[in-house]
Structure formats: C-alpha cells, structure tokens
Nanobody, 128 residues
Framework: QVELVESGGGSVHPGGSLNVSCGAP???????????LGWFRQAPGKEREWISF????????DYVESVKGRFTVSRDNAKNTKYLEMNSLKSEDTATYYC??????????????????WGRGTQVTVSS
C-alpha cells in the first residue's frame, strides 16, 4: 500500500515555476507530524538524489546545494500535506520527484535508505 501520494508537477519552460505536494491521506495528524519528510528526484539514467527535507515541526529544513535559493519546502501538518515550491527551474531539474517519510521520531537525513515510506513519484519536465 502506497501511503504517500504526490501531486502537481508537469512541464514548464526554463526559468518557470512549479509546485508539487505530497499527502498522507490515511495517516493521523499525530503520526504525520512525527515524521521527517524528504524530497528526492531521479532523472533517467541517474541515481536517486536527495534534494530537501523538513522536520516534523517544520522548523528545520535543508536543501542540496543545486536547489538552494530556488526551491522551498514547507508542510501543513493539519492537512497532512507537504509542499515543494520550485522556482527558476532549469533543464537539469527534469526528473521524477518522490516524497518520502522516515517513520515516527526518526531523524532527518539525506540518505534514501533512511526513509521508510515513499510515494510513486510525479514527473517534472523543464524544456524549451
């Protein structure tokens, strides 16, 4: 059973913006708020790459260097949803974007192996 569901994404020209979101429709608010949430992406022929995380309370975030200043992660625990706002998109941002959760009370990391729950991914394409 897939417990995380991504939405949003799509196609945009370089320099444009897109938003993706990730919900956990079957989780309680308490369970959701106890998980660190990460965003990963995978481009064709490349390994899955960590790009961001946000801790349970939403006060701690981090980003891979290549997206700093362009991407913003946030979460609304009352809605069991997190968001990734992507601005100034580049062709190299083209990938399938995945949301992930660590499990309750587990720390945020940049390693995909530390995340227990995954969504199926949503495609982001940046092309002129």
């Amino acid at each position: 059973q897939v417990e995380l569901v991504e939405s949003g994404g799509g196609s945009v020209h370089p320099g444009g913006s897109l938003n993706v979101s990730c919900g956990a429709p079957t989780w309680s608010y308490i369970r959701y708020s106890r998980n660190c949430l990460g965003w990963f992406r995978q481009a064709p022929g490349k390994e899955r790459e960590w790009i961001s995380f946000i801790n349970g309370g939403g006060g701690v975030t981090d980003y891979v260097e290549s997206v700093k200043g362009r991407f913003t992660v946030s979460r609304d625990n009352a809605k069991n949803t997190k968001y990734l706002e992507m601005n100034s998109l580049k062709s190299e941002d083209t990938a399938t974007y995945y949301c992930a959760a660590t499990g309750q009370y587990r720390p945020c990391t940049t390693r995909s192996s530390d995340y227990t729950y995954w969504g199926r991914g949503t495609q982001v394409t940046v092309s002129s």
